[in-house]
């Protein structure tokens, strides 16, 4: 089944209005979610006791910090990815970062999900700067 996992986005209604076009199912997720695996998430089964844990250690959150947004793409269609792609370039809507779900990631926390898109942006703004 397509899902969009929304991760920090605060105002979800264009994508929500967009998914629903396309018969794609959102999940809002939030930071007491930081810690659990995107698997689980994909799936609905998240661990209420790890969840409030998770946000109770998250650096991010106890600083006041909140991680960048991320809009995650689970087992879209080629069609519809570029169609929501498109749709939210064309409608302005700003999203920090975005991946797809993937086998490998899938095993990932979200905070190391988010971590490692950290990183990508980091090194695409070093290689940029130095070209």
């Known amino acids: 089944m397509e899902k969009l996992i929304c991760f920090q986005i605060e105002n979800t209604r264009e994508i929500e209005r967009l998914a629903s076009n396309m ?4 999940i809002k997720a939030d930071a007491s979610m930081y810690n659990e695996m995107l698997d689980s998430i994909v799936n609905g089964k998240i661990s209420s006791v790890n969840s409030t ?3 109770s250690i998250s ?3 106890t600083e006041n910090k909140l991680p960048a ?7 879209l269609s080629e069609k519809h990815l ?3 792609l498109f749709e939210l370039k064309s409608r302005k809507v700003q999203i920090d970062l975005k991946a797809i779900l993937t086998p490998t990631n899938r095993k990932w926390t979200l ?3 988010h971590d490692e898109l950290e990183r990508e942006r980091a090194s695409i703004f070093i290689n940029n700067k130095i070209q």
Not at 69 to 75: A, E, G, Q, T
């Open 23 to 26: 018969k794609i199912r959102v």
């Open 53 to 55: 844990f998770s946000a």
């Open 59 to 61: 650096p991010l959150v």
């Open 111 to 113: 905070r190391q999900l």
């Open 69 to 75: 947004d991320i809009l995650i793409f689970c087992d």
């Open 82 to 84: 570029n169609r929501m």
